[in-house]
């Protein structure tokens, strides 16, 4: 069931540069997404989330874009930087649901 | 900043014993979960929990898996009969669920236990 789906299990980038993290999802019923991102024995840790109403959201380094028609969402980060190496999960919710989807994670790596 | 904690940070475990694993989720939080990683593979959902019954279930989580709430604080998972491919990185989760309220969507995860079943 590939409802949240990842399609990049690994992302490589240049300290100072943009990573551009992609989600796709099948369900037109999730109206919610979120970002997370895990360091390796740790939990997963809330980063930025967007509702369906909403096209754009920032916080930071931090912004998610959302295209409703293509079922596709992406987390860009502005500067990268090295701290900035984890496993980022993409996870969505249905409307009026309750439990989150995830994606299967990819890996992003900051090279100083 | 408040967390979600759990115990134990890692247990091995003979095929066949009962495990029980356990959260202390967030004070003011109504929502629980379990969710659960196998090594390489994505986060699954199992259980939530609300007003103290299970609210949803996925159908990993069968009969030999139970969660409860025994004493308003702490939150339990328990497996009756580990089985090999039990083995997985087990998180607890909360959220607020309050409608309107900042953050009420998000869940906040724990940093999990460890389950090893030899």
């Known amino acids: 069931d590939q409802q949240v789906k990842q399609n990049s299990p690994s992302l490589s980038v240049q300290e100072g540069r943009i990573s551009i993290l992609n989600c796709d999802y099948t369900?037109?019923?999730?109206?919610?997404f979120l970002w997370y991102k895990k360091y390796p024995a740790e939990g997963p840790t809330f980063l930025i989330s967007?509702?369906?109403?909403?096209d754009k959201n920032e916080d930071g380094r931090f912004t998610v874009f959302l295209n409703k028609s293509a079922k596709h969402l992406s987390l860009h980060i502005v500067p990268s930087q090295p701290g900035d190496s984890a496993v980022y999960f993409c996870?969505?919710?249905?409307?009026?649901?309750?439990?989150?989807?995830f994606g299967a994670g990819t890996i992003l790596r900051v090279k100083s | 900043e408040p967390e979600v904690t759990q115990t134990p940070s890692h247990q091995v475990t003979q095929m066949g014993q009962e495990v029980i694993l356990r959260c202390v989720p967030i004070?003011?939080?109504?929502?629980f979960y379990w969710y659960r990683q196998i090594l390489g593979q994505k986060v699954e959902f199992l259980v939530s929990?609300?007003?103290?019954?299970?609210?949803?279930k996925s159908e990993i989580f069968d009969d030999q898996f139970s969660v409860e709430r025994p004493d308003g604080s702490n939150f339990t998972l328990k497996i009756r009969s580990t089985k090999l491919e039990d083995s997985a990185m087990y998180f607890c989760?909360?959220?607020?669920?309050?409608?309107?309220?900042?953050?009420?969507?998000?869940?906040?995860f724990g940093a999990g236990s460890r389950l090893t079943v030899l």
């Open positions: 989760a909360s959220r607020k669920g309050l409608a309107g309220a900042r953050g009420a969507n998000v869940l906040t």
């Open positions: 369900n037109s019923m999730f109206d919610y």
């Open positions: 967007i509702s369906s109403i909403k």
């Open positions: 996870a969505a919710r249905r409307e009026y649901g309750n439990k989150l989807v």
């Open positions: 004070s003011n939080h109504l929502y």
């Open positions: 929990f609300y007003n103290n019954e299970i609210s949803e």
